[in-house]
């Protein structure tokens, strides 16, 4: 069996799909209630528990059916202000469930983020000696980096794999509201409005879009915690994006290029509350993950933009 938290989000169901295709039918989905009627799990082979079950009945699951546990659910809005309820469910839940496996001697692997990384003043290396002096410009981004503090301070980064997702985007986003990806909601604005909005910068070293993210589609993410479930002897804490940074107008010219639309983009005041945290630049230092073994390219991100448009978001079931 293949314990699966957040298997009913984004990242998570097209990690299910995969483990699937690959042999996994065995698949325990940890979610919230709501999400057990998601349609992220049309067509898939699994079975559902509630997340705060799961855990607070932990120590009851026979572990030794268990192959590994993918660590991928957790609180995971920038915006989010309530911190005793990201250190419940992003720190002290993961340290639990970590606690566990480790103990059990299962595989674990989880989902850390780029927002560890804060304005990237410090760089985007994944060193384990970094991880301490980071400063994440919001709370989300804090309370994962407690926890690969907690990882690493422990030595569990030597029997664990961690992964720092970049800008993740894809099919089974559409429930993610505010927190979707710019493709998914700008996809939308080009069919009602045949524009694209974008925020003007607030920085005078930026024109406006021309700020960067390192986007990183959602399959070759999941290709890669694939390829650590099956490389069990790959262990540490990885920066998980392309590599490449890109600006939000070639994100947003690679849409309207997909949708065969002419490139309309409308600046719009970056909002205050935005603009205290936001983000001018990522680029993930991908030189760990390729050192440990990860030999499989990336897709560009004209070509993944228009696959997610062409093969999804353009169908009457765009689900993955």
Not at 147 to 176: A, M, S
Request: charged share 25%; net charge negative.
């Amino acid at each position: 069996m293949v314990i699966l938290t957040g298997g009913a989000g984004f990242i998570g169901s097209v990690l299910l799909r995969k483990l699937n295709d690959s042999g996994h039918d065995d698949v325990l989905v940890i979610d919230r209630p709501e999400m057990e009627r998601s349609q992220n799990l049309d067509g898939k082979e699994y079975r559902f528990e509630e997340c705060d079950r799961f855990i607070d009945n932990l120590d009851k699951i026979d572990a030794s059916n268990v192959e590994a546990v993918l660590h991928i659910g957790a609180i995971t809005s920038t915006t989010e202000t309530n911190w005793e309820l990201l250190e419940r469910y992003n720190t002290d839940y993961s340290r639990k469930l970590a606690a566990w496996s480790f103990e059990n001697k299962i595989r674990f692997i989880y989902a850390s983020s780029a927002a560890t990384y804060g304005d990237g003043s410090l760089g985007f290396s994944d060193a384990n000696e970094m991880t301490a002096t980071l400063k994440p410009l919001n709370a989300y981004g804090e309370s994962k980096r407690r926890f690969d503090q907690w990882i690493i301070e422990h030595g569990h980064d030597l029997r664990c794999c961690g992964f720092k997702f970049f800008n993740v985007f894809g099919p089974n986003e559409y429930h993610k509201g505010d927190m979707a990806s710019l493709v998914f909601k700008a996809y939308n604005q080009i069919r009602e409005t045949g524009a694209i909005r974008l925020f003007q910068s607030a920085d005078p070293r930026y024109k406006d879009g021309e700020f960067t993210r390192d986007f990183i589609y959602v399959t070759d993410a999941v290709d890669v915690l694939m390829w650590a479930l099956n490389n069990t002897k790959v262990n540490g804490i990885f920066n998980l994006g392309t590599g490449r940074s890109r600006s939000w107008n070639d994100l947003a010219n690679a849409l309207f290029a997909a949708m065969h639309k002419p490139s309309n983009i409308i600046y719009i005041e970056m909002p205050d509350n935005v603009k205290k945290q936001y983000q001018y630049f990522t680029e993930a230092d991908m030189s760990k993950l390729r050192k440990a073994g990860y030999t499989k390219s990336f897709q560009p991100l004209e070509d993944s933009v228009a696959d997610y448009a062409k093969n999804y978001l353009m169908q009457a079931n765009p689900y993955y």
